[in-house]
């Protein structure tokens, strides 16, 4: 089974400054997609943005950016100009493109976000 | 376009009773998805559906769990009977799958169950 891995448990930025939380991922797979999800305290699961590996280009939405390192096995996820409303626990998530469609799912990396 | 519905949002109930959680998935998706929430064990993938068949249960911690999806609109999880190390939040998230297919999972706004 594929495994999705976030080092960092918390993270903390400055409200309108940029932070990275990290991803990494073990699959033998050479197509798949990868997930960033963001769950407030409202605790609903909200997408922020996706990826797929057969692309080169890195997925932009709006203040949210990601760094994909296929080969490093990397998805890094960059916001931007951080509000207090992005304060949340963020997921990464793995998904194979050759059906089944289950999703891998790190442990999470929790976002503070500073005033 | 409604999305994953799920009920109760809240559940407080006495050890050995049975707890039925709800979910309605999104009109069309092919996939359904239980999950489990703790702080210890973190987000864990309890069972899934394709076309309202079950396709892996590995992750049902034991036979008090059950989970039935009897048409393509209802699924339930059953807990019968609760303990309180099941007191968790349960999520149901519904998608459309298949090889080449990027969707992502749409989640419901969750079950939190406390058991006594």
């Known amino acids: 089974a594929q495994t999705v891995t976030q080092s960092q448990p918390e993270m903390s930025v400055q409200e309108a400054e940029t932070v990275t939380l990290s991803c990494t991922y073990d699959?033998?797979?050479?197509?798949?997609?990868l997930f960033w999800y963001k769950q407030p305290p409202s605790r609903q699961m909200i997408l922020v943005i996706r990826q797929e590996a057969y692309k080169q280009q890195n997925a932009t939405e709006n203040r949210f950016s990601v760094n994909f390192q296929k080969a490093a096995k990397s998805f890094s996820l960059k916001i931007s100009d951080s509000q207090l409303g992005d304060a949340a626990m963020y997921f990464c998530a793995y998904r194979s493109a050759y059906g089944g469609n289950q999703f891998y799912f790190g442990t999470g990396t929790s976002l503070t976000v500073i005033p | 376009d409604a999305g994953v519905i799920q009920s109760p949002r809240h559940e407080v109930t006495e050890m050995g009773q049975e707890v039925t959680l709800r979910c309605k998935p999104i009109?069309?998706?092919?996939?359904l998805f239980w999950y489990r929430q703790t702080m210890m064990r973190g987000l864990e993938l309890l069972i899934y559906?394709?076309?309202?068949?079950?396709?892996?249960d590995s992750g049902m911690p034991e036979d008090r769990f059950s989970a039935k999806m009897p048409n393509a609109s209802f699924s339930t999880l059953k807990i019968q009977p609760s303990e309180p190390r099941d007191s968790a939040v349960y999520f149901c998230?519904?998608?459309?799958?298949?090889?080449?297919?990027?969707?992502?999972?749409?989640f419901g706004d969750g079950t939190r169950l406390s058991i006594l």
């Open positions: 009109s069309g998706h092919d996939y």
């Open positions: 699959t033998s797979e050479s197509d798949y997609y």
């Open positions: 559906f394709n076309n309202n068949v079950p396709i892996d």
């Open positions: 998230a519904s998608s459309l799958g298949g090889r080449g297919v990027n969707q992502p999972q749409h």
